[in-house]
């Protein structure tokens, strides 16, 4: 039998436990004039018995799917033909590959596949039985399962109850989905950070000077020596998202005033969805503005002044990336600016001030802790942000605090690091997830007490 | 129901009343020495005409208190005087509004100047989120009426004192005022108002938020302010405005019906709206 088609009839059978629950429910009632002698509405008594017959058969049709190959890879292992018999490990996979490849009818005829034709229809044969008997055992189970619901049916039964029990696990399964895939993602990160950490010392990463990730391929090699001191790309981090955040800091906060404090509705009504579109644009676009005009732009406004401006420059860098950034501050800060009761506003004018000693002397510094919060996840952002910097920023590792100089930053690298055919034995590749795992570590730090902070202040005036 | 159904006839009957001229406002407007003087006051939010052809007079050393009906118009009628309604989208003030004999609503008239001359408390406490010194210290900083720390502090203390708070906060200044308890929020806004030595305090439903003795203590505290400054109170309690005013006005659906000595309007009310509204019979 077909998946598709054995899906359809279990839906069929959902459906079906439905109605006749349903119908039985009011049944039982004593028809529609009883309803009210029933614990719960005639539907739930529907989705009781629908839910006891789906439930069990898709859990059996999910661990049938997962673990039903093993098991007829297993039995096809014992009869292929002499030659392959003692085949082990990767080759094996490839001879087992090639009996895939020969049941799903699209062989090649290569030798070793004519060898084991006999083999693929064992396999052809397996996998045959494997689904009619999946199809009867699911039939039976949403069988058995409606019909256990349906006989359970009756005024006392807490359907309602059943069937929000259910839905509450599906919810906190879903939400539980999230939370493992951080942990997963963590954990991948930490255990290739921990081989990284067990070549290159811990001090020697995080306070070496010197970052130079080439590795010698041959004893003798010249220039590769290794150098594994992320200093000098936490410095340039800090320098390119230090100019973004200063521009993204004074421009989004004083448009998120404006928006708030002054503008008509109408000019809100058109600003606030421009900013969106600003915050919509991808940054591969943001990045080749950044390479192809801001930075040549700041070049030749340098050579006007007599500096000299690096065509990599962590100025231009910074300068896009701010830009990018604006709508985030801009967006959270007019959030916590309209949070600011209305009430203070009146109480200040009231006292004869004007709308601007009433920003700068009640409303901003109630709405401070929740403005700095907003400031800390952007600059979050502003540390994981990677494509503007890849396309535009520097890839030599300087340590400088001058901004027109290039700098490297640690996104870049990461990807300079694993961009190409990498083996992961190598300590070069290794330490992008090194770098990985720190930057991880920083964000998360800085979104957790950016929340902090915003949540404390979102306390004072609840 | 069929005392409902004849007062809103008579309501309508209000609106042009019989001759024209003059608006039918029952009993005197005026004060003996006018601190406020409004003829022929109209407000309208968009569409809506909240306040309608009210003139009254406000005078020095009193206590006016405005009652009515929720939606009446007498919340309008005091954001008309310091010019509150300015900051309400699509509200439209018309008529002659006199503060000391100058026009409130003249170009020239200064919004700042004027708010710092007619001072107004609000429903709900609101204090800064600043200490309990900054907070009544607010309006002198930023008006720069201190010359000096020790001015300031005088100013600070002063206000306090006479708000009746400087005993309970006295150890406490640099504490949050929003740490206060209702009453005693109430009471910091009191004093942050006379904090800049107005004229004319503009207070709105001020005990509404707030328990019996809290509010027993600022109708106390109004009582003697008034000494002092013109005092306008909005209230939904008669019991208050009985208490706290030398004269009521009663507001009906954005008009004013009846102007009179507090006591005449409590016993001995001219205009069948307002004995219907003292009596209990609607409101």
Known sequence: MQFSTLLLI???????????????????????????????LPAYYGYFAAMWAAGPALLLLLLWSAASDPIIMGRVVEVLPEPYRSIQGPELDLVLNDVRVLAAGRGSGTEQQQALQGTAAHYQSLQAASRSLLATLAIFLALAGGLYAYRRINPRLQARNHV???????????????????????????????????????????????????????????????????????????????????????????????????????????????LEILAGIP???????????????????????????????????????????????????????????????????????????????????????????????????????????????????????????????????????????????????????????????????????????????????? | MASRISTTMD????????????????????????????????????????????????????????????????????????????TIEGARV????????????????????????????????????????ENVAYGPRIHGLARSRSELDDIVYGSLRRAGLLDEVKDRLDRPGTGLSGGQQQRLCIARAIAVNPEVILMDEPCSALDPIATARIEDLIDELSQNYAIAIVTHSMQQAARVSRRVAYFHLGMLVEVGATDKIFTNPSHRLTEDYVTGRFG
């Open chain 1, 164 to 274: 929000e029990r259910v839905i509450r696990a599906v919810l906190v399964g879903a939400s539980t989905i999230a939370v493992f895939t951080t942990l997963g993602i963590l954990l991948s990160v930490v255990f290739e950070a921990a081989r990284f950490f067990s070549r290159v010392p811990f001090h020697e990463f995080l306070f070496g000077m010197e970052w130079s990730p080439q590795t010698a391929i041959r004893a003798d090699q010249v220039g590769s020596s290794g150098a594994f001191g992320a200093v000098p790309l936490f410095t340039g981090t800090l320098l390119i998202s230090g100019v973004a955040m200063l521009v993204a800091v004074p421009i989004g906060l004083m448009i998120a005033i404006y928006l708030c404090e002054y503008a008509a509705p109408r000019v809100r009504a058109l600003v606030k969805p421009v």
């Open chain 2, 94 to 133: 018309t008529g002659e509004f006199r503060l000391d004999g100058q026009d409130i609503y003249a170009p020239e008239m200064d919004v700042v100047m004027l708010r710092t001359r007619v001072g107004m408390v609000f429903q709900k406490p609101n204090p800064f989120a600043k200490s309990i010194y």
């Open chain 1, 283 to 462: 940054t591969v676009v943001y990045g080749y503005f950044a390479a192809i005009t801001m930075a040549p732009l700041l070049r030749e406004l340098g050579q006007a002044l007599g500096l000299q401006v690096a065509s990599e420059s962590a100025l231009g860098v910074g300068l896009v990336m701010g830009v990018m950034i604006i709508p985030f501050v801009s967006s959270l800060s007019d959030d916590v600016i309209n949070a600011v009761p209305q009430s203070l506003r009146d109480g200040s004018l009231a006292l004869g001030a004007t709308a601007s000693e009433t920003i700068k002397r009640v409303v901003l510094p109630a709405a401070l802790p929740g403005i700095v919060g907003g400031v800390l996840l952007a600059i979050s952002r502003a540390i994981g942000e990677t494509m503007i910097v890849v396309m535009a920023a520097g890839l030599s590792a300087r340590m400088t605090a001058n901004p027109l100089e290039a700098v490297t930053t640690v996104t870049v690298q990461i990807v300079t690091l694993l961009v190409g055919d990498q083996e992961f034995d190598s300590s070069k590749t290794l330490a992008a997830f090194a770098l990985g795992l720190v930057l991880f570590l920083v964000t998360l730090l800085l979104n957790v007490v950016a929340l902090v902070v915003v949540r404390r202040y979102r306390e004072q005036y609840e």
């Open chain 2, 11 to 86: 309501a309508a009957a209000f609106v042009a009343p019989a001759g024209g001229g003059e608006p039918g406002t029952v009993g005197d407007i005026h004060a003996s020495d006018p601190v406020i003087t409004v003829r022929g006051g109209n407000v309208h939010y968009g569409e809506t005409h909240a306040l309608k052809n009210v003139s009254l007079d406000i005078g020095r050393n009193e206590v006016v208190a405005l009652i009515g009906p929720s939606g009446c118009g007498k919340s309008t009628f005091i954001r008309c005087l310091n010019r509150m309604n300015d």
């Open chain 1, 10 to 40: 279990l839906c069929g059978l959902v459906v079906a436990s439905f109605v006749l629950a349903r119908r039985r429910a009011i049944a039982t009632a004593g028809g529609y004039k009883g309803i009210r002698s029933l614990h719960s």
